[in-house]
């Protein structure tokens, strides 16, 4: 009885706290937009679209602070009331007392997991139509057989142009073979170029082949991806680790994916860790009669926390720092301060 009622009543804060900063952030997206909204039905619906695009991200930034806010405020009630008071003469702990909240704590976590790798990327590959002139970054990979290949202007439709690659052998260290392609087209099981070029080298010589086509099976060339590529970020953890080991292989620089498949891990353990700097902060200020005072300082906590996981991250991301140090030094010293908030209100 006493779990489902602390449950309950942190879920009706948590909910209160979240429709408020959702709230705010729609009413001041929709004054911001307001000149074009209402000029006919296909821009307002552009408008429902880019909005509910907005909500997953907004949910990844307010959802630490506001369990945090939550929690300050479930247990300042309590001892507000005198519940708290009451709950723990009948012999129930702090930490049977804070149980209810991580477990729904944990739900939260799982939802904010879903709706930034799952719901984000469903809705923008839905919703968001690709730009199919687009012209793709130039790739640098590594193949099979000692090879290098450059691919040099990528269209969404299949076609390459400006394709290079340059085969050597390890003993003695040398260039063998580089080959200049014009164009090319992807099929279902392989490649055909257009105006290949082969410079042979050989024996202190120089051979030079024409092709006017040249096909080759996929396997023998490292994946060339036509998509706008996801950003790292909005991926599974499971698809982001596979991505990795992938473009790891093929030579590619895997610094901002090391350090997204860290932070995807460090997340939820950020939910958990603002509902014990909440717990210590209640009990800190509830016994002078600070409940408002505790709630401005989970406000600065809360904002202070995210200011310097963004840091971290740019940091980890340019290569500065190393990837875990990137995406957890936030926990780590966020939760050292709940750790000393708890042990000295002897929560």
Not at 53 to 78: G, H, N, R
Not at 193 to 210: A, M, T
Request: aromatic residues 14%.
């Amino acid at each position: 009885m006493i779990s489902k009622y602390i449950a309950s009543e942190f879920i009706r804060y948590f909910l209160l706290f979240l429709s408020a900063f959702v709230l705010m952030t729609m009413i001041g997206n929709f004054f911001g937009n307001l000149s074009g909204i209402f000029s006919d039905w296909l821009s307002f619906l552009v408008f429902i679209k880019e909005t509910a695009l907005l909500l997953p991200l907004l949910f990844e930034l307010i959802i630490p602070i506001t369990v945090l806010l939550a929690t300050v405020s479930t247990f300042s009630t309590f001892n507000k009331n005198a519940e708290l008071t009451a709950m723990r003469s009948s012999g129930i702990g702090g930490w049977r007392l804070a149980f209810p909240v991580l477990a729904i704590s944990a739900l939260i976590a799982v939802f904010a997991y879903l709706s930034q790798n799952y719901a984000y990327t469903w809705m923008h590959q839905t919703w968001v139509k690709p730009d199919n002139t687009a012209r793709l970054m130039p790739l640098w990979k590594v193949g099979e057989e000692q090879s290098i290949f450059y691919f040099g202007d990528r269209r969404q439709e299949g076609r390459l142009s400006s394709i290079t690659s340059f085969q050597w052998q390890k003993n003695p260290f040398q260039l063998v073979e580089k080959t200049e392609i014009e164009s090319g087209k992807q099929q279902e099981q392989s490649w055909v170029f257009q105006n290949v070029q082969k410079h042979l080298f050989q024996d202190e010589n120089i051979q030079l082949k024409y092709l006017d086509q040249w096909q080759i099976e996929k396997e023998k060339l490292p994946t060339v991806s036509f998509e706008i590529p996801t950003s790292p970020h909005h991926k599974p953890i499971f698809d982001l680790y596979e991505d990795t080991l992938k473009l790891q292989s093929e030579g590619q620089d895997v610094t901002q994916h090391r350090v997204e498949l860290l932070q995807k891990t460090a997340y939820p353990f950020q939910i958990f860790i603002m509902v014990l700097i909440g717990l210590g902060l209640s009990a800190s200020y509830n016994r002078r009669g600070m409940a408002a005072e505790s709630l401005a300082i989970s406000c600065l906590l809360g904002i202070l926390f995210w200011m310097l996981n963004q840091i971290t991250l740019a940091v980890g991301g340019a290569g500065l720092i190393t990837p875990f140090f990137a995406a957890w030094s936030g926990n780590i010293i966020f939760l050292v301060l709940a750790l000393c908030l708890i042990s000295y209100n002897r929560v």
